[in-house]
Nanobody, 121 residues
Framework: QVQLVESGGGLVQPGGSLRLSCVVS????????MGWYRQAPGKERELVAV???????NYAESVKGRFTISRDNAKNTVYLQMNSLEPEDTAVYYC???????????????WGQGTQVTVSS
């Protein structure tokens, strides 16, 4: 069984910063891509940032230069540092991982439970 636990969301004023964390535990052999998605009310879930096992990153245009994704493989953790936050960043943020628990198992995608980020004065 694999579990993803997110933390770090909350209420912040425009221009402020937050750091999201997602720790994965359980039966893990290897983790491929790790990423963050978000979903605002009335909108579809969208990719925010993704990082490969080799450290290559990709960002949504709307967050480039403001958000930074990183990972700590020893801790099975992915982070999202969010700076210069804007009201448009308000959403539920979800952690997303692609991993496998054993060589005989397929790569499987897992989602976190989501953490609310609200940017408001």
């Amino acid at each position: 069984q694999v579990q993803l636990v997110e933390s770090g969301g909350g209420l912040v004023q425009p221009g402020g910063s937050l750091r999201l964390s997602c720790v994965v535990s359980g039966r893990i052999l290897s983790i491929n891509t790790m990423g963050w998605y978000r979903q605002a009310p009335g909108k579809e879930r969208e990719l925010v940032a993704v990082i490969s096992s080799g450290g290559r990153t990709n960002y949504a245009e709307s967050v480039k230069g403001r958000f930074t994704i990183s990972r700590d493989n020893a801790k099975n953790t992915v982070y999202l540092q969010m700076n210069s936050l804007e009201p448009e960043d308000t959403a539920v943020y979800y952690c997303n991982l692609n991993l496998r628990g054993a060589y005989t198992e397929p790569w499987t995608t897992y989602w976190g439970q989501g953490t609310q980020v609200t940017v408001s004065s």
